[in-house]
C-alpha cells in the first residue's frame, strides 16, 4: 500500500477494544494464527477515531459507534465507545449529553444534525438495504460534507465487521473450553447439487440477484480527478487497478486514510495463505451479501466463486435459498453459519462452531470464515448506503 506523508495518529495512541474485550491464551492464540487481520483492524481503528480527522466531531463518531455497537447486542463493543465518550463530557452539547445518559440506543435528538447522524447510524445497523438516496440527502441538508458523510458510512460499517468479529472469535474461546465436554456436534447431510443450471460463466437471475457484471453509481458526487489531492491519487492507484474510473473507489476516497486502511484488512481477510479455501471464503461472501440484500456485491463474488471452483451450483442454492444452501455437509455447514454471524452476532455462539468443527473445519479456517463474514458486513453497507447497483 502507498504510503502517505499526511501526520495522523498512530495505532499506538489508541486503545483497541478487541484486546480488552477478547482476552484468554485460547482467544489470543486463535488471533495470532492471522495477525496481519488483527494489526490491519487496528489500523483502521486509528484511521476513523483520530481526534484530528477533520468533519465529524469526535463525540458524534463514537456515539454513533455506540449506538450501532448497541443495537447490534455487543454490549462489551458498547461499553468501550460508551466509555471512550465519556471523558468528552464537558466538551458536549446537551443534545450529546442526552444520547450519551439514555439507556436506550434510540433515543431522539433536538440537534437536526446528531439526529440525523444517530438516524443513519440507526438505519445501517438494522436494515442496510432499507437505505437510499434520500437518507443521503437528509446528512447533507444537517450539515455533513461528501467525506462527513465517507466517514460516518465507513465508520457504521466498521463497527458492524467488529461486532461479528468479537462475536466470532468469542464463540471460538468458548468452543474450545467445551469440546473436551460436548465433543463432536453431528453434521446434517449434504444438500443435493442443483440440477439444469446455466454451465460455470453462464447467466443466473433469480430473485433479483444475478452472477453478471453490474456497475455501481454514487450517490453524491466523487472526487474529482483533476483537482484531487496527491494524497488521495495514490490511495486510488494503490487501491484497485481500476478505481480511477470507479465510482465507489472516487467516493470513498474523500476521507484516503480510511480508504487506505479499509484496502489493507479487507486484503488481508480475502488473499490470506492457507486456511479456508479461497473459494469458500467467497462463497461466504455471496451468502452474507444475499442475507444482507447487496445485489452488487453478490454478483462480484459470485462471479469468483464460479471462477475458482469451476461450479455454480451453490450460487444457484444461495440466491434462491441461502438457509438451504450447500452441495455438501461442508458446504452447508458453512453456509448456515455465515448466515447466523450476519443475522444475529449477540446470537452466535459455540454451538454454530462446533458444528463447523464436526463439518471439518479447522480452527483456522473458521476463524477465516469469521474474517469474511465479518467484513462483508463493512463492504455491504457501503455498496447498499452510498450508491446503488446498475444493471446492463
Same mark, same amino acid.
Given at each position: 500500500m502507498t504510503q502517505t506523508t499526511t501526520t495522523t495518529t498512530t495505532t499506538s495512541d489508541i486503545r483497541d477494544p478487541l484486546s480488552d474485550i477478547l482476552q484468554g491464551d485460547a482467544v489470543q492464540a486463535l488471533r495470532q494464527q492471522r495477525e496481519k487481520v488483527a494489526n490491519a483492524t487496528l489500523g483502521s481503528q486509528a484511521a476513523i477515531f483520530d481526534p484530528r480527522l477533520p468533519g465529524l466531531t469526535l463525540a458524534e463518531r463514537l456515539l454513533a459507534a455506540w449506538t450501532v455497537a448497541g443495537l447490534s447486542g455487543s454490549v %462489551? *463493543?458498547?461499553?468501550?465507545? &460508551?466509555?471512550?465518550? *465519556? $471523558? *468528552? &463530557? $464537558?466538551t458536549l452539547s446537551a443534545? %450529546?449529553?442526552?444520547? *450519551?445518559? #439514555? $439507556?436506550?440506543? #434510540?433515543? #431522539?435528538s433536538g440537534s437536526p444534525r446528531l439526529a440525523a447522524i444517530l438516524d443513519f447510524s440507526r438505519a445501517l445497523t438494522r436494515r442496510p438495504a432499507d437505505s437510499d438516496r434520500a437518507a443521503l440527502l437528509r446528512l447533507r441538508d444537517a450539515g455533513l460534507a461528501e467525506a462527513d458523510v465517507v466517514t460516518l458510512a465507513q465508520l457504521i460499517a466498521f463497527i458492524t465487521y467488529q461486532v461479528r468479529l468479537v462475536a466470532g472469535v468469542q464463540a471460538m474461546g468458548k468452543a474450545v473450553e467445551l469440546a473436551d465436554r460436548v465433543g463432536s456436534w453431528p453434521a446434517e447431510a449434504g444438500a443435493a447439487p442443483a440440477g439444469g443450471l446455466p454451465l460455470p460463466g453462464g447467466t443466473i437471475r433469480i430473485q433479483g440477484y444475478t452472477n453478471e457484471s453490474l456497475g455501481w453509481k454514487a450517490w453524491l458526487p466523487v472526487v474529482d480527478l483533476e483537482h484531487a489531492t496527491p494524497e488521495q491519487l495514490a490511495v486510488l492507484d494503490a487501491s484497485h487497478p481500476k478505481a480511477r474510473t470507479s465510482d465507489y473507489y472516487r467516493f470513498l476516497v474523500h476521507q484516503p486514510r480510511i480508504l487506505q486502511e479499509r484496502s489493507v484488512i479487507f486484503n488481508a481477510i480475502m488473499y490470506a495463505p492457507g486456511g479456508l479455501s479461497r473459494a469458500e471464503r467467497e462463497l461466504a461472501s455471496v451468502v452474507v451479501s444475499r442475507v444482507n440484500g447487496c445485489v452488487y456485491c453478490a454478483s462480484v463474488h459470485a462471479q469468483r466463486f464460479e471462477q475458482l471452483a469451476k461450479r455454480n451450483d451453490a450460487v444457484h442454492q444461495v440466491f434462491t435459498d441461502p438457509l438451504g444452501a450447500g452441495t455438501s455437509v461442508r458446504e452447508r455447514a458453512l453456509v448456515r453459519a455465515s448466515v447466523d454471524l450476519t443475522r444475529d452476532p449477540a446470537g452466535f455462539g459455540a454451538a454454530q462452531v462446533q458444528s463447523l468443527r464436526a463439518a471439518k473445519l479447522s480452527d483456522l479456517e473458521i476463524l477465516d470464515l469469521v474474517h469474511a463474514v465479518a467484513v462483508f458486513a463493512w463492504a455491504n453497507r457501503l455498496m447498499l448506503n452510498l450508491g446503488e447497483a446498475v444493471f446492463p
Open positions: %462489551e *463493543l458498547a461499553a468501550h465507545y &460508551r466509555a471512550q465518550a *465519556l $471523558p *468528552l &463530557r $464537558p443534545q %450529546e449529553q442526552g444520547v *450519551l445518559d #439514555s $439507556p436506550g440506543f #434510540s433515543v #431522539s
